[in-house]
Structures are given as structure tokens and as C-alpha cells.
């Protein structure tokens, strides 16, 4: 089984940075045959795609491209995100996801829409950026 744990999150001020980490364990993981996502959910709103890592390509969702940054340590399977320039409507519960469909959760991150597939999540980590 894989196990995710996000964390990182926390509150920070609009234009401020937060790196946010997704370690994953349990046996049968790895970076090449598994797309790692992050998605988000802001109150009253459906979890959207923010990035995502597969087979060492990166994606993004529009509104993000320019601010964040996803990456992965390899020897220590963990997936980065680097959040820089933080705007307001970031505010949201940050979770990543890792799952075989590397299309579906690209397609989700790229169109910043919501994935329902088989994936496996772990819990969420809340980023609050005030103004």
C-alpha cells in the first residue's frame, strides 16, 4: 500500500512563500511508474488540480505556473511544492495524491479541475494567506 503525508502548511502574509511537502511510503512506489499531484480545496469550493510531477515532467495549473514549483527527491521520496508570491486565493487545504493515471491527473492539474479516479491521498495541509 502507499501512504501519503502532506505538510508544510501554515499562514502567511500575500507575496510570502511556504514549501509544502508530500512524503510517500508503502511498498510498490516509485517516481517512475506513479504521476504525484497537488490539488487544493478552498471553502465552498470543489478540490482543483495546482501541479503535478510524472516520469520527471512538471505541470500546472494556469493561474499557478509562474508562482509555484513542484519537484522530488527521489532518495527520499518526497514531492515538493514551492510557493512563492502567495496571493489570497491560495488560502485553501493543500493535498497531494499519487496515483498510475498520469493523464487523468494531468489533465485535472492542467485544467484546474477536481480528480475523482483511483488515486491514493493523504491528509490535507492548510495554507492560509492573509492580506
Known amino acids: 500500500d502507499v501512504q501519503l503525508q502532506a505538510s508544510g502548511g501554515g499562514l502567511v502574509q500575500t507575496g510570502g512563500s511556504l514549501r509544502l511537502t508530500c512524503t510517500v511510503s508503502?511498498?510498490?512506489?516509485?517516481?517512475?511508474?506513479?504521476?504525484v499531484g497537488w490539488f487544493r480545496q478552498a471553502p465552498g469550493k470543489r478540490r482543483e488540480g495546482v501541479a503535478c510531477?510524472?516520469?520527471?515532467?512538471?505541470f500546472y495549473e494556469y493561474s499557478v505556473k509562474d508562482r509555484f514549483t513542484i519537484s522530488n527527491d527521489n532518495a527520499k521520496n518526497a514531492v515538493y511544492l514551492q510557493m512563492n508570491n502567495l496571493k489570497s486565493d491560495d488560502t485553501a487545504v493543500y493535498y497531494c495524491?499519487?496515483?498510475?493515471?498520469?493523464?487523468?491527473?494531468?489533465?485535472?492539474?492542467?485544467?484546474?479541475?477536481?480528480?475523482?479516479?483511483?488515486?491514493?491521498w493523504g491528509q490535507g495541509t492548510q495554507v492560509t494567506v492573509s492580506s
Open positions: 508503502g511498498s510498490g512506489f516509485n517516481f517512475d511508474d506513479y504521476t
Open positions: 495524491a499519487a496515483g498510475r493515471d498520469a493523464l487523468g491527473i494531468m489533465a485535472a492539474v492542467v485544467s484546474g479541475t477536481t480528480y475523482e479516479a483511483d488515486a491514493t
Open positions: 510531477i510524472s516520469n520527471g515532467a512538471n
